[in-house]
């Protein structure tokens, strides 16, 4: 099994995971799919700091976060701020 690392992906998505009961940080391509392994974090705050840093350091294109229910709250892009 090989782990590869991506420079830059489309979208960081920051979601929450009832099974493990942390909030997690996942990158996808343009297709949907996911790259690499998850990021985890106790606080939703801590997950969404990791979401922007992405953004911001030009690593991804957009950011989503969705609530605990999975419904999408915020989505926005390089420049825009939620």
Same mark, same amino acid.
């Given at each position: 099994m090989s782990n590869? /690392?991506?420079e %830059?992906?489309?979208? %960081?998505?920051v979601w929450y995971s009832r099974e493990w009961g942390v909030w +997690? %940080? %996942? +990158? /996808?391509? &343009?297709?949907g799919n996911q790259i690499g392994d998850s990021e985890y974090d106790w606080l939703k705050l801590?997950?969404?700091? &990791?979401a922007r840093a992405y953004l911001d350091s030009?690593?991804?294109e957009r950011v989503r976060i969705k609530?605990?229910?999975?419904m999408i709250q915020r +989505? /926005?892009?390089?420049?825009?701020?939620?």
């Amino acid at each position: 099994m090989s782990n590869q /690392y991506a420079e %830059t992906w489309d979208v %960081t998505e920051v979601w929450y995971s009832r099974e493990w009961g942390v909030w +997690a %940080t %996942t +990158a /996808y391509d &343009s297709e949907g799919n996911q790259i690499g392994d998850s990021e985890y974090d106790w606080l939703k705050l801590d997950a969404e700091d &990791s979401a922007r840093a992405y953004l911001d350091s030009d690593r991804c294109e957009r950011v989503r976060i969705k609530g605990k229910d999975g419904m999408i709250q915020r +989505a /926005y892009g390089k420049g825009e701020r939620a």
